[in-house]
């Protein structure tokens, strides 16, 4: 079997443009990185480097294997921190931006669980119901929905909640049952403007000319006035269950549930930091399994 020491030496090499670079990037003797990286072609049966008295030219086998020296090393050394992290009680604090407000639902539910975990690490949450921007150099980690944010940072899929239209049963008794989209035209409405119908729905449900009698930005705002009476509303899944098993809120048109997938960026130079590997991981734990959303919108808990 390969070695892996010899895999990073001659990664190094490769980024290095020289052995002489790498050597001193290594603080290893010059003819001990040339001679690892011989034996490592003698291993492999073929020429990886191509070597003159003045450069030094990666051959095509050599490109390829040096992609997967890349891979290889980075995996140890995130394992090596992995266990650094294990031996070290995680501490700091940790800044993220929200698109959408924290209600009383799943997500207040992570976030108390996390620092549960963890009593050394401290949070500071901002709202940014205006829109987050998944380059945001002053966060640590910023959440975000929808199509996959466009960055050069990772980012890390969370799973797939869903939306759908909810009403109370008052207003329903006033109203009427819709059974139709058509049908909304004739209701009142409640609109969450940070997941808007004509955006975040399906085809069925867009274009529609619709009467809102409350707008809102405010999650919380909408969610209560729709189990006030006062019209439909197209909100998340999650946020609504209890209320559904209360009595007090009524789905509507199950069939048009919108999925809004959930995503988790960080700054790549805080990947090693680790709580926010730890925020990461714990988020994946409870939401990234097959069936974790769809569990919770059937009301379980964690």
């Known amino acids: 079997m390969l070695s892996l020491d010899d895999m ?30 011989q034996q490592l072609e003698t291993a492999l049966g073929t020429q990886l480097l191509e070597r003159t008295t003045r450069s030094l030219r990666v051959t095509e086998a050599g490109e390829v294997f ?5 891979q290889l090393v980075a995996q140890a ?14 501490s700091g604090h940790l800044r993220m931006a929200l698109p959408f407000s924290v209600d009383d639902s799943w997500a207040t539910a992570v976030l108390s669980g996390f620092l549960a975990k963890y009593p050394k690490i401290s949070v500071e949450a901002t709202l940014r119901p205006g829109g987050v921007d998944p380059d945001d150099e002053t966060m640590d980690v910023v959440f975000s ?23 109370s049963p008052r207003y329903l008794q006033r109203a009427g049952v819709p059974q139709s989209p058509a049908d909304l035209s004739q209701h009142e409405m409640v609109r969450l403007t940070t997941l808007p119908m004509e955006v975040y729905s399906p085809p069925l449900l867009q274009g529609l000319t ?39 809120l009524v789905p509507l048109m199950p069939e048009l549930h919108y999925p809004l997938p959930l995503w988790l960026i960080y700054r790549s130079a805080n990947r090693s930091t680790p709580k926010v590997a730890l925020l990461a991981e714990h988020m994946m734990s409870l939401l990234g399994s097959p069936g974790a959303w769809d569990a919770l919108e059937r009301g379980q808990s964690f």
């Open 8 to 37: 990073a030496i001659y990664a190094a090499v490769v980024r290095a443009g020289s052995f002489t670079a790498a050597a001193r990037a290594l603080d290893q003797p010059l003819s001990s990185v040339s001679r690892r990286v």
């Open 66 to 70: 040096y992609l997967h020296c890349q």
């Open 210 to 248: 619709l009467n809102y009698r409350v707008t809102t930005n405010e999650l919380l705002m909408a969610r209560l006035t729709c189990a006030d009476g006062l019209g439909i509303a197209w909100l998340p899944l999650i946020s609504c269950q209890r209320f559904v098993k209360q009595g007090t």
């Open 77 to 90: 050394e995130e394992a090596e921190r992995a266990l650094q992290r294990l031996k070290q009680e995680p």
């Open 145 to 167: 929905f929808g199509a996959r944010p466009e960055t050069h940072h990772p980012v890390i899929p969370l799973g797939t909640p869903h939306i759908g239209l909810f009403a």
